[in-house]
């Protein structure tokens, strides 16, 4: 499981950033991005020693100043569903259902005309 | 190369460069050392206080921040005793002139 894969399922999940300085920010993630940079909403941000807490509307973090980030331990169960699904999707659509022409061969040599064939030869 | 790889699904101690440990379970990992663990929990070892387990869920570490990556046993963890157990605060990594 890549770290970024995980934090991209967590959309709209809420979240609590540890950053560098110790500041921690508690919020509902909204996005992010291949470099960890991430926006939040409705943001609890309290200082690194924890006695000063004031709110955010929304922000934008950059990811080189985030040392963790922690969520619900439930998030792990959903993301590893979501894989399956997304994973049985994918092979359902590649070799499942409707295999029909993944099966050898299936060019039309004898000229039957219902598969596509040379319309001359099946009419003679 | 060397691949975190043997260490998917194990128990985990995770140290950071702000001398923190960490416990969980390892799910996952990128090139950049980014980690995922799942059932995370900080340890704080305090002199003259019993030791404190902080439960912290699901956790994605970012890569600047680890330090070392160690498995453990689960069974010898389970018998040892940690609340007697004291330490001082690990050092951070940064070699600060204070």
Known sequence: ?124 | MSSLKPYLQKNVKVITVDGRLFLGMLEGFDNNTNIVISSAKERVFFKDRPTEDMEMGLCIVRGNEVVAICDYDEEEEAVTDYTNIHAEKLKDTKNSLI
């Open chain 1, 1 to 124: 499981m890549l770290p970024l894969f995980l934090l991209n399922s967590v959309k709209g999940q809420p979240i609590m950033v540890e950053l560098k300085r110790g500041e921690t920010l508690n919020g509902t993630l909204t996005n992010c991005d291949s470099w960890m940079n991430i926006t939040m909403k409705d943001i609890v941000v309290s200082d690194a020693h924890g006695e000063n807490f004031y709110k955010l509307k929304s922000t934008y973090v950059k990811g080189i100043h985030i040392k963790y980030i922690t969520m619900s331990n439930d998030l792990i169960d959903k993301f590893r569903e979501e894989q399956l699904k997304e994973r049985e999707y994918y092979r359902h659509r590649n070799n499942g259902g409707n295999n029909y022409q993944r099966r050898g061969n299936r060019r039309n040599y004898n000229g039957n005309q219902r598969y596509g064939g040379h319309s001359n030869r099946s009419q003679a």
